[in-house]
Structure formats: structure tokens, C-alpha cells
């Protein structure tokens, strides 16, 4: 059985649907663990309501971002896959090399376009017809790691930032769980900057 560890930040929406998928079985998987960087959030209570391990590992409490790491560490021993699900802190490359094809992330934009946390209202600025989402691998630099999978959206003339999110998010809810079922399966197969689906 494969493995899972979730970290989140904030409302959980990505965790829950990879929840779904499992208790659905459209793949073999368990989620060990959901680890947060903030407390109270509501990707906590999701994970407690569907009877999986969760813990708190406050950034605020570490001063620095290695002992905020190793805490982390310390949940990950088992763990076959880390993903990233809404995780709003970068990695070290400590860290991102020692799950090196095991760590995967979801940023609401078609990759390597409109990187980093300000998507939708880069998006919306620039002025683009089409956006989405994109589950990658996680490497060293910014949202830059290997592709492996990508869905469009469409972009309205009228939309805000919170209309486009909720569009892209339905589709980040659709192939998050569709990458880690090809991970699970051992459907993915890295070759330079490029995610083969065998």
C-alpha cells in the first residue's frame, strides 16, 4: 500500500479530494499523515472527520527553516509520496533532494507560466485567454520541477481572481488524484525535464 503524507496551509480543498478518490477507491493508497504549518485550519478538521493522523508544525515556532524542516522529517520516514496540497512555504533543497521523485505539488496556473503565489492575479493581468492548472514535480527552484499533468480553463473577460480560482480549483480537484493514481501505479517515469506516462 502506498504511502501518503498531505501538507497543507489552509482550507484543505486539494486534500479533500484526494480523501474522496481513496475512499472511492479509484486508486490503493492511505494518507499516513497531514501535516499543516498553521494551526486551526480547516485541512486539519478535514483530515480529523475522515480519521487520519494530523499535526500542527507551526512555522512561527522555529526559527529557522531547517529545524521548521526537521520536525517535519521526523512524520516522513515511511512515507512513499509528499504532496503538496495548498503548502504555501518553499522547500530547501535539502529537503526537495531527499524526496527526489517523491514529492509532488499542484499550481494553479499552466506551468512554466505565472509561477509563484500570486497566480490567478498575474493571470488576470497579463491578460491571457486560457489558464489552468498543473501537478508537477517538486525540484530545487520555484514551481519549475517536471510536468505531469495539465488542465485548461478558460478565461473570462469578466472574471475576478475568486471567480477564476473557483474554475481552476474543480480541475485541480479532477487530476491531482488522476497524477498520484499514475504515481501509485508506477505510471510515471521522469526523463530530464520530462514526465513520460508509461
Do not use: W
Amino acid at each position: 500500500m502506498t504511502k501518503l503524507a498531505v501538507l497543507c496551509s489552509g482550507r484543505g480543498s486539494d486534500l479533500q479530494s484526494i480523501i474522496d478518490a481513496i475512499n472511492d477507491k479509484k486508486f490503493s493508497a492511505e494518507i499516513s499523515i497531514v501535516i499543516t504549518d498553521k494551526p486551526n485550519v480547516p485541512a486539519l478538521t478535514r483530515a480529523e472527520n475522515a480519521g487520519i493522523k494530523n499535526i500542527c508544525v507551526d512555522r512561527k515556532k522555529f526559527s529557522t527553516r531547517a529545524e521548521f524542516e526537521a520536525e517535519i522529517l521526523k512524520n516522513l520516514s515511511e512515507i512513499d509520496l509528499v504532496v503538496l496540497a495548498g503548502f504555501m512555504r518553499i522547500l530547501s533543497p535539502d529537503f526537495v533532494k531527499k524526496f527526489s521523485g517523491r514529492l509532488m505539488n499542484i499550481h494553479p496556473s499552466l506551468l512554466p507560466a505565472f509561477p509563484g503565489a500570486h497566480a490567478h492575479r498575474d493571470v488576470l493581468n497579463y491578460g491571457v485567454k486560457i489558464s489552468g492548472c498543473t501537478v508537477h514535480f517538486v525540484d530545487e527552484g520555484t514551481d519549475s520541477g517536471p510536468i505531469i499533468l495539465q488542465k485548461a480553463v478558460e478565461v473570462f473577460d469578466d472574471d475576478t481572481e475568486e471567480t477564476l480560482a473557483a474554475r481552476v480549483l474543480e480541475q485541480e480537484h479532477i487530476i491531482y488524484p488522476q497524477a498520484i493514481k499514475l504515481f501509485v501505479e508506477g505510471k510515471l517515469k521522469i526523463e530530464g525535464r520530462k514526465v513520460k506516462i508509461l
